[in-house]
C-alpha cells in the first residue's frame, strides 16, 4: 500500500521516495532549497522555524555524511535533535523498529529521519506514526534516497540549469544504487534530455526499470558528449557477480573516470558522486579533485535541501498540533 506523502491540505508530511511526487512539488521543494544556500566559505543562514520541534535520527544502516547532514539542518532550523546509537539501542537487544518509534513518540519526537538497509521501512514507520509526526527517507535498501536525488538534481540545475536540454550518465552498479532511482525519479518528472546508464551488463538493472534511459555497457560511448558524468560507488562484493571483472583494477580498468576518459564527455561536463568515493577504482583523485568536479558541492546543496525538506514538514507538524 501506497503511503500517502501530503496532506489533506496538499503539506508535505513525509518523504519516503521521489516517485510519488508531482513536478510542481519537485520544483518547490528546489526552490526552498536555493533559500538555504551559503555564500561561498560561509555556513548556511540559520532559522528558528523548527524551534520547539524534536528531530530523531534512527540510521539503522551506517552512514556518515547523510546523518551528519540531517543533524546539522535541523540544527540550523533550531530543532531539537536526537541521534540513536543503533549499536546502543533497544533493536539491536531484540526490540521491534515500531517499538522503539513509539517509545521515541511518548517522549514528543515530531519526525523521523529514517535510514535502514532493508525495504519498505520507512513507509511502515509513516504508516503507524501519531498524525502530527513526519517521516524522512534517509536512504532505504537499494530502493530509495529522496534527498540525494533532490541534492544531485539541484547541483545539476545550479551548473547546468534546465535538466530537460541535458545528457546526463550515471555510471556503475545502476542495479543496485538507491542513488540512481532516486535521480531517475527526479529527473524522469522535471525533464532530462537524455539519461544514460553506464556499466558492466550484470549491473544493469530490469529492463522494465529506467523506462526511456539508454543502455551502454562501454564507459567511451556511453559519456560521448555527456554533460553530466555522474559515478556510482561499487560496493566489494559485487565482483562476485560479474563474469569478467575479477577486481577493482579490471574494473577501473573499463570502468573506471579518469582524465583521459572525461575528454569524451563535453569540455564543460561536471562530474559528480553521491560518495564515499574509492580512488582508484570508480574515479580518479585527479578527477575527484579536479576542476570538472563538483562532489564536494553536492555534500554542501545536500544540507540546503534537507533543510529545505525539514522546513516543508514542519508546516504538517504545527497544523496537525493546531498551531497553525
Known amino acids: ?19 510519488d511526487l508531482d513536478r510542481e512539488q519537485l520544483e518547490s521543494i528546489l526552490r526552498h532549497a536555493e533559500r538555504y544556500l551559503s555564500q561561498p566559505g560561509k555556513p548556511p543562514p540559520r532559522d528558528t522555524i523548527l524551534s520547539g520541534q524534536t528531530v530523531a535520527n534512527l540510521f539503522f544502516e551506517a552512514s556518515t555524511r547523510t546523518r551528519a547532514s540531517f543533524e546539522l539542518a535541523a540544527k ?18 531484540g526490540e521491534s523498529v515500531m517499538d522503539t518509534i513509539f517509545t521515541l513518540q511518548a517522549m514528543h519526537v515530531d519526525i523521523f529521519v529514517v535510514r535502514d ?27 530509495s534516497h529522496p534527498t540525494q536525488g533532490l541534492l544531485d ?29 532516486s535521480a531517475y525519479h527526479a529527473l524522469s518528472k522535471l525533464g532530462v534530455g537524455e539519461l544514460r546508464l553506464v556499466g558492466p551488463p550484470e549491473l544493469m538493472p530490469e529492463s522494465d526499470e529506467f523506462v526511456g534511459a539508454v543502455r551502454d555497457t562501454t564507459l567511451d560511448s556511453g559519456i560521448r558528449d555527456a554533460d ?32 583521459a576518459r572525461m575528454a569524451a564527455a563535453k569540455p564543460d561536463a561536471i562530474v559528480m558522486h553521491p560518495g564515499p568515493m574509492n ?45 497553525a
Open 117 to 143: 538497509a532493508s525495504t519498505g521501512v520507512p513507509a511502515m514507520i509513516a504508516r503507524q506514526v501519531a498524525p502530527h509526526v513526519c517521516v524522512l527517507n534517509a536512504g532505504e535498501s537499494d530502493v
Open 153 to 181: 538534481v539541484l547541483t545539476m540545475q545550479l551548473h547546468k540549469g534546465d535538466t530537460s536540454a541535458l545528457r546526463i550518465a550515471i555510471v556503475g552498479d545502476i542495479r543496485h544504487s538507491r542513488v540512481a532511482n
Open 76 to 93: 540550523r532550523l533550531s530543532a531539537d535533535v536526537l541521534n540513536l546509537d543503533v549499536n546502543m539501542s533497544s533493536r539491536a537487544k
Open 228 to 259: 553530466v558524468v555522474m559515478a556510482l560507488r561499487l560496493q566489494k562484493e559485487r565482483f562476485a557477480q560479474l563474469s569478467d571483472i575479477p577486481d577493482s583494477q579490471e574494473y577501473h580498468r573499463r570502468y573506471g573516470l579518469t582524465q
Open 279 to 323: 580512488r582508484g577504482v570508480e574515479i580518479d583523485s585527479s578527477v575527484a579533485d579536479g576542476p570538472q568536479s563538483v562532489i564536494r558541492e553536492q555534500v554542501a546543496n545536500g544540507l540546503a535541501v534537507r533543510m529545505a525538506v525539514l522546513a516543508r514538514v514542519h508546516e504538517h507538524v504545527r497544523s496537525a498540533r493546531g498551531e
Open 1 to 19: 500500500m501506497q503511503i500517502r506523502q501530503t496532506d489533506e491540505q496538499g503539506r508535505l508530511r513525509h518523504l519516503i521516495t521521489l516517485e
